[in-house]
């Protein structure tokens, strides 16, 4: 592996711990400290997801154009600008202000590093390397190391106020804006810059392609349960968020100790296609368990069983999908496109977590519908996604047989 590929997916690893100090205690802060209504605080987690999400095409695009290094070391600074204000916001138009700032900074570096990561192990399959889906599954280690890190810095930075877990997850940034001035390269040999203009009437008339985003954009609405739904039926079954934590850290732990293994044999059994098909159904079956049980309203260590086999279920899911997604989208893209198609990727992700995620904060909300509706709709959505999942893998997306 190459020095680059390992500061790559160290940098995956960096941004995570400093990300996840915060997100996952954020929609107890709105609600609790800042008074919000479920609505609200569900769009406030949608506008942050589309601000990042949604808008990776433009980070994608800068990407092609001016390089990996500006577009990572920019985004950087714009990080620790939002989360230093997300400390001291205390209205709602500043809570919103630096939810957009954070997630915009997002929108930048990530799509830089995870388009250089994908080429870089296109790269190396083709130069007898191995696998691409190997490269990007310890990719999504390396992101879940982070996310099992940062949720424990915050949580025990929370003892203190959320205030200081902002300022801890900013000064995270700091170290990596520092490492990154020194260690990135400036130009990365053999990628060609191009203009930023251009690119996008191919790129919405790619109809496998789209199919690959609408897939994953159940699966990432999905996941995003976990910071909007899932704080929610824990504090039902426990009266606090303390249990919060620790179900973000198995959820981390299993990614850590298993997304090597689920990817070779993926790999080894399943073509691209049947991988997400497969990934999408376990999310829907996690949420089928927490609705099937909600209507008994079991609280305490019995009422946690279904929201722990819900995360181990959506992170199974999440493990077949997202190394496969990011695999497929050099095969889709066209020629010096790849950031901009894998800002695509995300940017109608995001698009569809805003609209999905506002619509469920309003059903958590709304206290006189079933106590398993609210479940059952995102069960449904990811359920149905498998239908739009792209029929053809692909110039090169199927790993090789006993690879991994």
Do not use: K
Not at 42 to 71: E, K
């Amino acid at each position: 592996m190459t020095p680059l590929l390992r500061l790559l997916i160290l940098t995956q690893l960096a941004f995570n711990v400093g990300f996840f100090a915060v997100l996952p205690f954020l929609a107890a802060h709105l609600g609790q400290a800042i008074g919000m209504a479920g609505w609200l605080v569900g769009l406030v987690l949608g506008l942050r997801t589309f601000s990042q999400q949604g808008l990776f095409v433009v980070g994608g695009a800068l990407t092609d154009r001016y390089g990996v290094r500006p577009v990572v070391l920019t985004g950087c600074v714009l990080r620790i600008a939002g989360f230093g204000w997300l400390g001291y916001a205390e209205r709602t138009w500043a809570v919103i202000g630096s939810v957009l700032l954070t997630g915009f900074a997002a929108a930048l570096f990530s799509p830089a590093v995870e388009s250089e990561v994908a080429r870089q192990a296109v790269l190396r399959e083709e130069a007898g390397g191995g696998p691409r889906t190997r490269v990007l599954a310890l990719f999504t280690v390396a992101g879940q190391a982070g996310a099992f890190v940062g949720p424990l810095l915050g949580a025990l930075l929370l003892a203190v106020d959320f205030r200081a877990v902002c300022l801890a997850g900013a000064g995270v940034f700091v170290v990596v804006l520092a490492g990154h001035a020194l260690l990135l390269p400036r130009r990365v040999p053999g990628r060609r810059q191009v203009r930023v203009r251009g690119g996008t009437r191919d790129l919405v008339r790619n109809r496998a392609f789209l199919g690959l985003c609408c897939g994953y954009g159940a699966c990432l609405l999905a996941y995003n349960q976990l910071y909007l739904a899932l704080p929610a039926e824990v504090a039902r079954a426990t009266g606090s968020q303390t249990a919060l934590a620790w179900l973000f850290a198995l959820s981390s732990a299993l990614v850590v100790t298993a997304q090597l293994p689920v990817t070779r044999w993926a790999g080894e059994r399943l073509a691209p296609r049947r991988s997400m098909t497969a990934g999408l159904l376990l999310t829907a079956a996690g949420f089928t368990v927490v609705a099937a049980a909600r209507p008994a309203d079991v609280r305490g260590v019995a009422g946690l069983l279904p929201a722990a086999v819900l995360v181990v279920l959506l992170t199974l899911g999440q493990m077949l999908v997202a190394p496969v997604a990011r695999a497929w989208v050099p095969d889709l893209a066209a020629d010096g496109r790849l950031g901009l198609y894998t800002g695509a990727l995300s940017s109608v992700s995001g698009l569809i977590v805003l609209l999905g995620s506002a619509g469920t904060g309003t059903l958590l909300d709304a206290g006189w519908l079933p106590p398993a509706l609210p479940w059952l709709v995102p069960a449904g959505m990811t359920a149905v996604a498998v239908l739009v999942l792209p029929r053809r893998e692909g110039r090169r997306s199927r790993p090789a047989p006993g690879c991994g």
